[in-house]
């Protein structure tokens, strides 16, 4: 089993920067991918981002150029810069993992941590 802890959320002003962080513990070992999702009140879980073991990356549209995913392997973590937050970044965000490459859809990861709490106030 594996066991996914999201920390660093909070509450922001647009324009501001926060970093999500998600420990994985347990049955972790090499290649695997993480994601972040988010889900805004009353929306679907929506894909932001996943790095590969060997470190590529992919982002949703909406947060290119604003948000930044990184992972330190040895640690088994993985971060989320945020910066330029608007007010449509309001979710709660969700790290995932999954063996192999990084997937943008949800049913294709094997575990999902408890999520953290990110409010952008306009």
């Known amino acids: 089993q594996v066991q996914l802890v999201e920390s660093g959320g909070g509450l922001v002003q647009a324009g501001g920067s926060l970093r999500l962080s998600c420990a994985a513990s347990?049955?972790?070992?090499?290649?695997?991918?993480m994601a972040w999702f988010r889900q805004a009140p009353g929306k679907e879980r929506e894909f932001v981002t996943y790095?590969?073991?060997?470190?590529?990356?992919y982002y949703a549209d909406s947060v290119k150029g604003r948000f930044i995913i990184s992972r330190d392997n040895a640690k088994n973590m993985i971060y989320l810069q945020m910066n330029s937050l608007r007010p449509e970044d309001t979710a709660v965000y969700y790290c995932?993992?999954?063996w192999g490459t990084g997937s943008t859809i949800q049913k294709e990861y094997h575990y999902w941590g408890q999520g953290t709490q990110v409010t952008v106030s306009s």
């Open positions: 995932a993992l999954r």
């Open positions: 790095i590969s073991w060997s470190g590529n990356t």
């Open positions: 347990g049955r972790t070992f090499s290649m695997y991918a």
